[in-house]
């Protein structure tokens, strides 16, 4: 499985480390265990090791490699179907189709895990069991067991199995990472290509990483140990023996290591796996509202100090964030005392809460700093489901006439409102031309999208909206800030007002 990233002009592969793989914590009290049970404990050496011998020799035994035989994908197989059904006819199609039938509807891969309790919990990618119909599990002495899934969290990637055979295993301690520092020393121990027992050394590169929009709720360790596939869910230590992260992925522009893995921090390793544990989910905290970054433009048109936090765009009815007040256009700043960087930091701190708890939240509304309790639901399945309205609809909308920064509005008609999901009451004027020039055509702004509000002033007609500009003009203001409605989502955009001497 392969992911892109782009940065500095270049594209790289960032590639999830093993087709499958299996790794497990030791949580102590957290697992149940007999009384006199301990994680593997190493003395760290001071300054740098002449030897990571003795680590490796402790923490192995509780390092294992999975072998997971997993159902072919469905979807993709049918696709195929479909696509060579088109040849149907031709010569040796018959021939080729009876071979295709023939082919296993099974996929075998491999990874890596490790024991985070004495009666069994291996921790893993989930990546590396999805879908899986087998699972084996062996030993660092070559023994192999069979095991059960326990849980999975796609969102993050981690997984749990547990062996089947009970007896007492060998099992390691996930660190709470408070004192792991860019620059300190890493072990890596895993089954990369399929090698088992494999151990590589480096450095905690850097922290903190985003790596792509499919981890919201991760910041990855970045290491430089050598990182390869058959290496997922294989656990990175500290020269202490616990375990410091779970290797996840690499950037990658071979496929093979460059000395750039990620590992997922073991502190959220310990909150997700404690919650596949008990319950086989996890159930994620949810506001109800869909948010941006605030951009160094939203701030100018805000006057604000700085580009930070996170702007609320839209709410959902009856979510949790309006019913406690949150209104479209705050900015929060703050969650239970912990500053908001981005919208991603509020994504993944949010997450992170437990459904029904309350948490305090400053936002910034008008100026002000204001405080709001608001008491968290369990994030859906997919809170992304709204319906959109069609280009096609859009492009039904009543022609107008233009207005300031070229662009033509007319009014919102009842068929208009129930495509853009909104309520008679909301204010709001229909975009339906742009000229070339105009600069809400540089801020994104289409055919078909309404304007619902200028700078926190509600706009519901032409009239408001050249008001709100030039209110904005007079207080020597740049750019305003716009609250759009695009499908059945409201966004904020930034359009310079700025007007050229000629």
């Known amino acids: 499985m392969t992911t892109r990233f782009s940065g500095a002009g270049r594209t790289f592969a960032a590639m999830l480390v093993g087709g499958a793989a299996v790794a497990a914590f030791a949580f102590g009290p957290q697992i149940t265990s007999p009384a006199d049970a301990r994680p593997i404990a190493v003395e760290a050496p001071r300054g740098a090791p002449l030897s990571f011998a003795d680590l490796i020799e402790r923490v192995s035994p509780a390092v294992v490699s999975i072998n997971v ?11 195929l179907e479909e696509f060579f059904e088109q040849f149907r006819g031709m010569p040796g199609f018959e021939e080729f189709r009876r071979r295709q039938e023939q082919q296993p509807r099974e996929s075998r891969s491999l990874g890596s895990g490790f024991f985070i309790s004495e009666d069994g919990f291996i ?30 969290d796609p969102q993050t990637d981690l997984a749990v199995i547990k062996v089947l055979e009970e007896d007492r295993y060998p099992y390691v301690e996930l660190s709470d990472g408070a004192d792991l520092r860019i620059g300190d020393w890493v072990v890596a121990v895993g089954n990369p290509f399929g090698l088992g027992g494999t151990a590589t050394a480096g450095i905690v590169s850097a922290d903190g990483r985003r790596i792509g929009n499919d981890n919201p709720y991760t910041d990855f360790l970045q290491v430089d140990a050598s990182i390869n596939r058959g290496n997922s869910g294989g656990p990175t230590f500290d020269l202490n023996g616990r375990v410091v992260g ?11 290591s460059v000395g750039i893995g ?24 949810w506001l109800g509202v ?3 970054d605030v951009t160094p433009d939203m701030a100018d048109a805000l006057s604000l100090a700085a580009a930070e936090g996170a702007i609320v765009s839209d709410l959902l009815a009856d979510g949790p964030a309006l019913t406690s007040g949150v209104q479209r256009g705050d900015i929060i700043v703050e969650l239970n005392g912990s500053k908001i960087e981005d919208a ?12 029904g708890s309350r948490n305090e939240f400053i936002v910034l509304r008008d100026g002000e700093r204001v405080r709001i309790n608001v008491t968290v639901g369990e994030r859906p399945e997919d809170p992304n489901a709204t319906p959109t309205a069609s280009s096609d609809d859009m492009d039904r909308a009543p022609e107008g006439r233009f207005w300031g920064l070229g662009v033509e509005l007319s009014d919102l008609d009842e068929d208009t409102r129930d495509e853009l999901g909104l309520s008679s009451s909301e204010p709001g004027v229909l975009v339906t031309d742009l000229e070339t020039d105009s600069p ?18 509600p706009v519901d007609s032409g009239e408001e909206f050249e008001a709100a500009i030039e209110d904005a003009r007079d207080a020597g203001k740049e750019q305003v800030l716009m609250a759009v409605r695009a499908g059945q989502r409201t966004i904020f955009a930034t359009a310079s007002i700025v007007q050229e001497e000629g």
Do not use: C, W, Y
């Open 69 to 79: 035989v997993a159902e072919r994908d469905s979807s993709r197989l049918a696709d």
């Open 123 to 152: 921790v893993t990618n989930n990546h590396v069991v999805e879908n899986a119909t087998q699972i084996e599990v062996v030993l660092n002495d070559g023994a192999e067991l069979e095991a059960e899934l326990v849980g999975t």
């Open 246 to 256: 779970v290797n996840t992925a690499i950037f990658s522009p071979t496929g093979g």
């Open 262 to 285: 990620f590992a997922i921090p073991s502190e959220l390793a310990i909150q997700v796996t404690e919650q596949l544990i008990d319950n086989g989910r996890v159930s994620r905290g």
């Open 290 to 292: 869909t948010i941006q």
């Open 344 to 355: 991603s930091d509020v994504t993944r701190k949010v997450g992170g809460l437990i459904a």
């Open 440 to 457: 809400l055509r540089d801020a994104g702004l289409q055919t078909g999208m309404a304007i619902l509000e200028v700078n926190g002033q």
